[in-house]
C-alpha cells in the first residue's frame, strides 16, 4: 500500500487489512527495521521521506474522511462576500467543494483543483494567479504566481502542506510551492492551516508559515494513544494558535451547507459536562461579529 500510495496512515490501513491500529503499528516497525518504510506520525511512507513529495494521486487516498470533516468545519469559517486565498493540496481541494456553496465569495488559489472545484460555482469568482504549472500537485508556481500577488489584500488565507510543528510551523517539501504559499500568507489578514493529525510533528524541508503567523489550525481528532499529536496540538495551543477539531464520525453528517461541529477536547483533556463544555471548535467558528469569531485563547484551551 505505501509503494502504491506513497504514504498511508495507521488509522487507514488498520481498516483496510481489518485489525487493530497497535497490530498495525508493531508491523510498520518491523518492516521500518527492514529499510522499506519510513515511519512518520500516526502513518508511514517510502524511505527518504524527509525530501520526497507524494504526488497527487498518491495524497488523495490518504486520510480521506479526515481531510472531508476538516473541509467541512473550515467552511464554516467562510462568509458570504468574503475575498479569500485558497492554496494547493487535497485538503483545500475539499474545501474549494464546499466553498461552491457561499454566495458573493471570491477565491485567489494557484490551484488548479481549487479552481475546478468551483468553476461551476455561478455565485463564486475564481482569480488565479500566474505562473509555471507544476504536475505533481495541479499548482501554478514560480516567479510569475508570486508577482500577481503582490499588491493584494484578502481576509483569509487556506493553506495546507506536507508537516507542521509547534517548532517551525507549517512546511512542505518543495521549494517552489514553499515560496508561493508565503506569498499567499503575505496577502491574508488571517492564516488558517488545514491538516490532518497525521502531519502534526512532521517536519519538511522549507518552511511557509512559521508558527507565530498561523492564526488557527483546523485539523481531526487524533486517535487515543497518539500522544505525539497530543503533545503537538498543546504546544500548538501554547504558542497561541487557535484548534478546532473536527470529527470524522457519522454523526457529522449533514444537509449541503453550513456543516455541524462536534465538540471534540484536545487529546489528554477531560471533557466536562456538554453544557458546560465550549471547545475550541464550536468558539472558533460560532457564529457572531467577525472580530469575535474564533476567539479562542490558550486559557481557554488550558481550562478544559
Known sequence: MVRANGAVSLRE???????????????????EAEGLLDRRHGGAVLPGGFTRESGFPQKSHLA???????ADLAAGLVDEGE?????????TQE??????????????????????????????????TGGTLRGSNYALVGSGAEQSLQGLRVTRAFLSGSGLTAERGLSTSNMLSASVDRALVQAAAEVVVLADHTKL???TMFQTVPTDVITRLVTDEPPAHDDRAA???QALADQGVQIAVAGTGQADAAPPGRQPRRDVPLPGQRARHPG???????AGLADGPPQDRGAVRVADLRRR
Open 13 to 31: 490501513l488498520a481498516r483496510v487489512v481489518q485489525t487493530s491500529e497497535v497490530t498495525v503499528r508493531r508491523d510498520v516497525r518491523a518492516l
Open 64 to 70: 480521506t474522511a479526515e481531510k472531508t470533516a476538516i
Open 83 to 91: 475575498a479569500i486565498v485558497v492554496g494547493a493540496g487535497t485538503t
Open 95 to 128: 474545501l474549494a467543494r464546499r466553498l461552491a456553496r457561499v454566495p458573493g465569495l471570491t477565491v485567489v488559489t494557484n490551484s488548479l483543483l481549487v479552481a475546478q472545484a468551483l468553476a461551476h460555482a455561478n455565485r463564486v469568482e475564481v482569480v488565479m
Open 201 to 203: 510533528g512532521t517536519d
Open 231 to 233: 503533545t503537538e496540538l
Open 276 to 282: 458546560a463544555l465550549r471547545s475550541a471548535a464550536a
